[in-house]
């Protein structure tokens, strides 16, 4: 079923951040933290800093009303700097590839096309950023 979800950025304290909201929320994480250590090798891909393999690669924690919030650290090794405007991203997670390509398709005419979707080791996925500034995530998770 899809779903909505807010994605955040941080500067190598997303455990710290999403601990505190676990806590204010009351609820658990939906999936153990992934870490960077956990993304396998690709061809082209420079190695993760042994000082970033800890940091946060991917969290999801459910908060009110079926609302969820994600996050995931910024890597320094990786040029990654965090201003606002790019601390929050919006996640949509539709049931098909297709639907995916659609949304993609139509919120980045006039804006830009940053990742385009496509296949990676956890699911499809793609990002873009709108006419309006308001950046956008596309995903769909492996079963």
């Known amino acids: 079923m ?9 500067m190598g304290n997303a455990e710290e951040a999403f601990n505190h909201y676990k806590k204010v929320f009351g609820t ?4 153990p933290i992934m870490r960077m250590s956990d993304i396998p090798s690709q061809d082209g891909m420079p190695a993760i800093p042994d000082a970033e393999k800890n940091k946060v690669m991917h969290v ?16 320094e090794s990786m040029g990654h700097k965090l201003v606002e405007g790019n601390n929050v991203t919006i996640s949509l997670n539709p049931d098909t590839k297709e639907e995916a390509d659609r949304l993609f398709n139509e919120l980045s005419t006039g804006g830009k096309q940053d990742v385009p979707p496509h296949d990676e080791f956890w699911g499809y996925w793609g990002t873009c950023k709108d006419k309006f500034g308001i950046r956008w995530m596309f995903n769909i998770s492996k079963q």
């Not at 899809?2 to 941080?10: D, G, M």
């Not at 658990?28 to 999936?31: G, H, L, N, V």
């Open 28 to 31: 658990e994480f939906s999936t």
């Open 2 to 10: 899809a779903f909505v979800s807010i994605y955040l950025n941080f």
């Open 60 to 75: 999801a924690l459910p908060i009110l009303g079926g609302t969820q919030i994600m996050g995931t650290d910024m890597l």
